[in-house]
């Protein structure tokens, strides 16, 4: 059955209204044991477990390949703070830093420091911990993936809980990146008395939970950090148990070894939702399913590209392997995103793929042969999606071998441009802007992009500095109307995400797909 995506408004950061509205609100969710007489769970010594679908490869959120998967985000944010906190719907709110904003001619940028915060150690959050964290992720050799938006800011100076900075490069996303990937505050006397690999045996944070222990592809337990500034949370002890494979998270969820789990087949869902002492939500979330393809044979034949995008029936994709949890797209803007174009279509054609790789000489009987990389059992269905595009692509000329691979070698191989001709990915865009889905999907000198092109760099690059708002917004509509004329990514739909867990359990939905742990507490 067809499910209704909200709408998402993007708005200024300093107004602090809503980004995206989706469906929302608060839901019945799980606990850690078995279930009594009456068919509900009930929770276990204050423990809360979450079967996990990825592992942890870093404990530092702002550093390297990790930093920037939007799935890891849930951890980071029960160990850490971002910068800007945002709401479930989220709209920003304050967090370590309680104001924010430009000067009138948007030459300097103003933070304030919550008063009262402390680290997990006991000690205070202090405005050079926010001084050193900013430095160290504008720092090029520092490792912070997002480092091109952080450097334009700098000369910070520091009186009493406010901060003050230069603007050395306008950049109109600056605050809506303080509440997304390695937007953290991280402590700074800490940091440098334990070094790195120090930081990595034993992290601290200033969230509402800290470590506890950590084993390796196996689980993490946390402790509720009893110094937070924000509500108590209502579980004292959360594990998170990496289990990457979807079956055995719905086994994990059955057996009642785990309280909630996510990211399940949506047949499996459907199933569980109505098993006694079980139960579901499904929500539209801000992540897309997309393929990169990268600008490299024969990827570089603008046939053979526009035909793998009109070859793919994304609504049968949708209302068959998905059961109808999604939501066919034609650009990286999602509905709602700030920059969405509805009359952008990329339509299934087949006839048309045909016609365009026999342009190029190719057919059925003697295809065009390339390699495209996958998941398996990172997002529900990712595998069986792609087996499912392959065969559309056998018969209009198109023969892909599929090549299964982990999400964190995927981050790898992006990172250093050596991605197969096509690669599926699942990209998150929690503050829906045009500029963080298109802008670094797409834009040639980021590290997050598969097509280098020159074209795209021409066009996205004044739009980074744009600071006439509905300018900048009718840029990158422009831009998507070019990549989909020009086949240069082939957006595929927006997720609907299913989570199971126990009855006697509430949980306020997240539209960005976070399972948050401080929001879920006994019904």
Known sequence: MAHSVGVLNMM???SRRSILQLAGGAATLPLASGLLGDGVAHAAAGTLTIAYNVNLPSFDPTVGLSAVNPTIQSIYQSVFDPY???????????????KWGWNDDRSKVMLELRKGATWHD????????????????????GGNPIQFVWSKVGNYKVDGNTITGDVLEFEPTLFKWMAFLTGYILPKAYFEKVGAEGFEKAPIGSGPYKVDAFERNAFLRLKAHSGYWGPKPAFETVVFKFITDPTSRVAEIE????????????EEFDRLKNKPGLAGQTKPVSDIAMIFITDIDPMLDRNVRLAANHAIDKKAIVDRLLKGYGVPISTLEAPGYAAFDPSIKVTYDPDLAKSLLAKSGYTPD?????????????KPKDYEMIQAIVGMWRKVGIDANIEIYEIAKHFELRAGHKLAPAAFYNWGNAIGDPSTSTGF?????????????????????????????????????????????????I????????????????VVAQSNGMILPQLISPA
Do not use: N
């Open 12 to 14: 200024s950061s300093l």
């Open 491 to 506: 957006p595929l739909f927006q997720y609907v995400q299913p989570i199971i867990h126990k009855k006697g359990l509430k």
């Open 255 to 266: 057996s009642g070894g785990s309280d909630l789990t996510f990211e399940i087949p949506y």
């Open 84 to 98: 800007i906190a945002q709401a479930p719907d989220l709209s920003f709110k304050p967090g370590l830093l309680t």
């Open 441 to 489: 999907a797409m834009f040639g000198p980021s590290p997050h992009c598969a097509w280098k092109g020159k074209d795209l760099v021409e066009r996205i690059g004044p739009l980074w500095g744009e600071k006439d708002e509905a300018k900048r917004i009718a840029g990158y509509k422009a831009v998507d109307k070019y990549i989909a004329e020009e086949g240069e990514v």
């Open 366 to 378: 003697k295809p065009v042969k390339f390699t495209i990389q996958t998941t398996r059992g990172f």
């Open 122 to 141: 006991g000690s205070p959050v202090t405005p050079e911990d926010v001084v050193w964290s900013l430095q160290r992720a504008a720092d090029p050799k």
